[in-house]
């Protein structure tokens, strides 16, 4: 029969070894919000990168994240949105006021062919706004570009139906 792995206990220690470097990284998140950290972590997807992310990548993501967290306002269009590039990857994080934002984004994600298995993604609510996260690994600078225009396009595309909605009012 030959060697016997456990794969699936071998992830979870991984991922447990892992969310537990995250959070002494960030030792003040647990006092503030206990649960912020820990659902962001979970709500990474695929769930195998909630395993094999580098921890270097993990705590950049999570940095923009908090970024976002922490605007208080958002502007008339309903959204904030910041990228970051650091080697091959790229980091888009979206704090927005509905829910609506993420279906039109991976909408123009899909048809531009970069919802892919190269994205890492997360998605979670927090004090009533909504948080996308995206980590796209992409070493073509076009391709990084394309990634980009997808997000404006979306949320652009959000933006329009919101006014004309206004607009009926």
């Not at 994240?65 to 080697?87: A, I, M, R, W, Y």
């Not at 509905?98 to 991976?106: H, R, T, V």
């Amino acid at each position: 029969l030959g060697e016997i792995r456990d794969y699936n206990g071998g992830m979870i220690l991984k991922q447990g070894e892992l969310l537990a470097k995250l959070k002494r990284s960030f030792t003040e998140i647990p006092k503030k919000n206990p649960e912020l950290l820990e659902n962001f972590f979970y709500s990474l997807n695929p769930i195998e990168s909630q395993a094999t992310m580098p921890l270097s990548s993990l705590k950049l993501f999570f940095t923009l994240f908090l970024k976002q967290v922490e605007t208080k306002f958002l502007p008339s269009d309903g959204f904030h949105v910041d990228f970051c590039n650091n080697d091959q990857l790229i980091y888009c994080v979206v704090c927005a006021e509905d829910a609506d934002f993420k279906n039109l984004i991976e909408k123009h994600l899909r048809s531009d062919g970069i919802l892919n298995k190269s994205l890492i993604t997360t998605s979670l609510i927090f004090e009533g706004r909504h948080y996308l996260g995206y980590v796209y690994q992409q070493h073509e600078i076009k391709k990084q570009e394309q990634f980009k225009e997808s997000i404006s396009k979306g949320l652009n595309e959000r933006v329009g139906e919101k006014k004309k909605i206004k607009t009926l009012r």
